[in-house]
């Protein structure tokens, strides 16, 4: 099952390639942790906790302290399947990272990422 070894990967090796596609893209880790931490309401020491204990991919959303419920409004494609109809919820939010990331290292504004109200 593709899903399960996504849930059980280790987030600690996950952060650094998500960090990585920013930067070679002249972004900055700062927007990369902003991110996370408007998805999934980790606080910046709670989020570098998370990287430095061993906590899989599913753990940290699952321990998640808020996901934003502006997280819906996410559109898009990731590795060609939409993102908004992902049935799955915890595969969902996960995807629901990567297209942000996808947009950060793309170029687009912060304040469009982070879905900010206009």
């Not at 280790?10 to 972004?27: D, E, M, T």
């Not at 906590?55 to 819906?72: C, G, H, M, S, W």
């Amino acid at each position: 099952m593709e899903n399960e070894k996504v849930y059980q990967m280790s987030f600690a090796k996950i952060y650094p390639l998500l960090v990585n596609k920013a930067v070679k893209k002249g972004r900055t880790k700062e927007e990369v942790d902003e991110i996370i931490q408007w998805l999934t309401g980790y606080s910046q020491q709670n989020l570098e906790a998370m990287i430095e204990n061993p906590v899989t991919y599913a753990e940290f959303f699952q321990n998640a302290p808020e996901l934003n419920e502006n997280r819906k409004l996410i559109k898009g494609t990731v590795c060609g399947v939409r993102v908004e109809n992902i049935e799955e919820p915890l595969m969902q939010d996960i995807r629901y990272l990567d297209k942000m990331i996808d947009e950060l290292a793309k170029g687009k504004a912060m304040d469009k990422i982070l879905r900010a109200k206009q």
